[in-house]
């Protein structure tokens, strides 16, 4: 099992697996918050395909064979685990080979043949909850991959349509999808979006990317999602909500500082 309930779960890594470069510089200072803060248990997340974006236009990153490539290099060289989404469920099979953790994307949480496909692998299962369903709603989806015999299972929380082109986030829902049995995980990152208020692609508001991470830990989130790049604005992906690189280490100590984990 990968999770730890000793542990704060953490799950970071650029949006896209722009390159090596960027992923490998992620993949160093990931390595070192872990030797800094042994409470800390991270995953290594990047997706080989953006495949939700609003525009045709928009980049998607490296395709599945050279992010795949890229995701074992950072397994071989840094010993992380290693995470990325899958969008259907032919993919599920080639990209456990590799990862560690299968993430089904929030649009698609409710396509049972691409979460039976993620439960068959055996590998760790993270959902995310889409932006349109009630918290309760994820009782479903998890019992869906429990039936198809899941090996592990995660539920990330990422924030709820409120109007047009803004999310909310639901702090009871951490306390209803933890009902489910399994760990809450709070997507930071994608909470602060702004759906489409970016001209053809996502905005954000990084104001809120704190209080939103502390109040979810206190509302009993068991880990965090976080997308981090060493340059946010030159990101082919949300650009606008991913944290700095450089910032990452003060911002896991200004959420944890007073946190029992730290103990």
């Given at each position: 099992?990968?999770?730890?309930?000793?542990k704060?779960l953490?799950i970071?890594?650029?949006?896209?697996?722009?390159?090596?470069k960027?992923?490998?510089?992620?993949?160093?200072?990931?390595?070192?918050?872990?030797?800094?803060y042994?409470?800390?248990?991270?995953?290594?997340?990047?997706?080989?395909?953006?495949?939700?974006?609003l525009?045709?236009?928009?980049?998607?990153?490296?395709?599945?064979?050279?992010?795949?490539?890229?995701?074992?290099?950072?397994?071989?060289?840094?010993?992380?685990?290693?995470?990325?989404?899958?969008?259907?469920?032919?993919?599920?099979?080639?990209?456990?080979?590799?990862?560690?953790?299968?993430?089904?994307?929030?649009?698609?949480?409710?396509?049972?043949?691409?979460?039976?496909?993620?439960?068959?692998?055996?590998?760790?299962?993270?959902?995310?909850?889409?932006?349109?369903?009630?918290?309760?709603?994820?009782?479903f989806?998890?019992?869906?991959?429990?039936q198809?015999?899941?090996?592990?299972m995660?539920?990330?929380?990422r924030?709820?349509?409120?109007?047009?082109?803004n999310?909310?986030?639901?702090?009871?829902?951490?306390?209803?999808?933890?009902?489910?049995?399994?760990?809450?995980?709070?997507?930071?990152?994608?909470?602060?979006?702004?759906?489409?208020?970016?001209?053809?692609?996502?905005?954000?508001?990084?104001?809120?990317?704190l209080?939103?991470a502390?109040?979810?830990?206190?509302?009993?989130?068991?880990?965090?999602?976080?997308?981090?790049h060493p340059?946010?604005?030159?990101?082919?992906?949300?650009?606008?909500?991913?944290?700095?690189?450089?910032?990452?280490?003060?911002?896991?100590?200004?959420?944890?500082?007073?946190?029992?984990?730290?103990?």
């Amino acid at each position: 099992m990968l999770y730890k309930e000793e542990k704060l779960l953490l799950i970071a890594g650029p949006c896209a697996l722009e390159s090596k470069k960027i992923a490998f510089e992620v993949a160093e200072k990931l390595v070192e918050l872990q030797e800094r803060y042994p409470f800390l248990n991270i995953v290594f997340k990047g997706s080989y395909d953006k495949a939700n974006r609003l525009s045709l236009s928009s980049e998607r990153g490296p395709g599945v064979t050279e992010g795949l490539k890229i995701l074992a290099e950072i397994k071989k060289s840094y010993h992380l685990p290693v995470l990325t989404d899958i969008h259907h469920p032919e993919q599920a099979e080639i990209a456990a080979e590799v990862c560690d953790v299968l993430q089904i994307p929030a649009f698609l949480c409710r396509q049972t043949d691409l979460l039976v496909a993620a439960a068959k692998t055996k590998r760790t299962v993270n959902v995310k909850k889409g932006q349109f369903l009630a918290p309760q709603d994820m009782a479903f989806v998890m019992e869906k991959l429990a039936q198809s015999h899941a090996k592990e299972m995660w539920q990330t929380e990422r924030g709820t349509t409120f109007g047009y082109q803004n999310l909310v986030v639901d702090m009871r829902s951490f306390t209803i999808m933890k009902a489910n049995g399994y760990p809450v995980i709070f997507d930071a990152t994608h909470s602060i979006q702004l759906p489409g208020a970016g001209g053809g692609k996502s905005s954000g508001d990084r104001r809120f990317l704190l209080p939103l991470a502390k109040a979810a830990l206190a509302a009993g989130a068991d880990g965090l999602f976080l997308e981090t790049h060493p340059c946010p604005a030159e990101a082919i992906s949300d650009a606008n909500s991913q944290l700095s690189l450089a910032e990452l280490e003060a911002f896991i100590g200004n959420c944890l500082s007073s946190g029992k984990r730290l103990l």
